[in-house]
């Protein structure tokens, strides 16, 4: 088992304020995702979270963060701890959620049905430690809040890990793949066929008793446009009356 630092990210945030360590350093010692460091990095998460010192706690020495500084393809390895603590297994229960962030579970379960529309309730309810009734009322708006809730990434809200979130996301994922093969429907949707040109269309759409007028009509477009000369000669005769004046109109009649 891989182990992880005391308060990774109360560590992780020490590591990125204090040293020039890469994303993907930092992530791999504390064992949370490289979206999460970038967004301690950026001040998204780990709101009011002090960062811890793992040099002076015991668990990181000051030369292997120099060594991992000068080779980004380093890992950092912790220390072998003085005195070897056994571990607890607890049965994992509901998720908690801090009073501060209660409020914003519903807009957290409205971002997963829209972009991860294949978790199931109950993997959303473990993420984001809400209850069913909640996710159907979300899913039917039928909530009492509906009209004023905004989809927003439960990750960055900090109400689930990114790790959590892409482990179930990948599940739901494998789970459908199961259900399409065992139902026997193709992976990859057919492709559709290209259109029709557009007077196969028409002659299609186009009533039978409505076909010899159209045709009358394309014929008198036709006409006019093959004979412009026509109309242009008939114009200038018209110009030329009104600029000869009557006097010469008379003289003509």
């Not at 500084?69 to 908690?96: A, N, Q």
């Not at 559709?192 to 040109?197: F, H, K, M």
């Not at 010899?212 to 018209?238: F, H, I, N, Y």
């Amino acid at each position: 088992m891989t182990r992880t630092p005391l308060m990774p990210k109360a560590t992780a945030v020490w590591l990125v304020d204090n040293t020039s360590l890469t994303f993907e350093q930092i992530a791999e010692f504390c064992g949370l995702h490289v979206l999460e460091v970038k967004g301690i990095a950026d001040g998204d998460v780990a709101h009011g979270i002090k960062g811890m010192d793992p040099i002076s706690s015991g668990q990181l020495s000051r030369d292997e963060i120099h060594i991992a500084e000068e080779d980004p393809k380093h890992r950092l390895h912790l220390l072998e701890p003085k005195v070897e603590v056994p571990e607890v297994k607890t049965k994992r229960g509901p998720r908690y959620t801090p009073v501060s962030r209660r409020q914003d579970r519903p807009n957290a379960i409205l971002w997963l049905l829209r972009n991860h529309p294949e978790l199931k309730d109950s993997q959303i309810m473990r993420l984001v430690g809400t209850t069913k009734p909640t996710i159907i009322a979300i899913r039917d708006r039928s909530h009492w809040n509906s009209p004023n809730l905004v989809a927003q990434d439960p990750v960055t809200l900090g109400l689930c890990s990114q790790i959590d979130l892409d482990a179930d996301v990948k599940k739901a994922a494998a789970r459908l793949e199961r259900e399409r093969k065992k139902a026997g429907i193709p992976d990859e949707a057919p492709v559709p066929e290209s259109l029709l040109p557009t007077e196969e269309t028409i002659a299609a759409a186009q009533p039978a008793a409505e076909a010899p007028m159209a045709s009358a009509l394309a014929q008198e477009a036709r006409d006019a446009m093959a004979a412009p000369d026509v109309v242009e000669d008939a114009r200038t005769r018209v110009g030329l009356r009104q600029a000869e004046g009557p006097e010469a109109r008379r003289a003509v009649r």
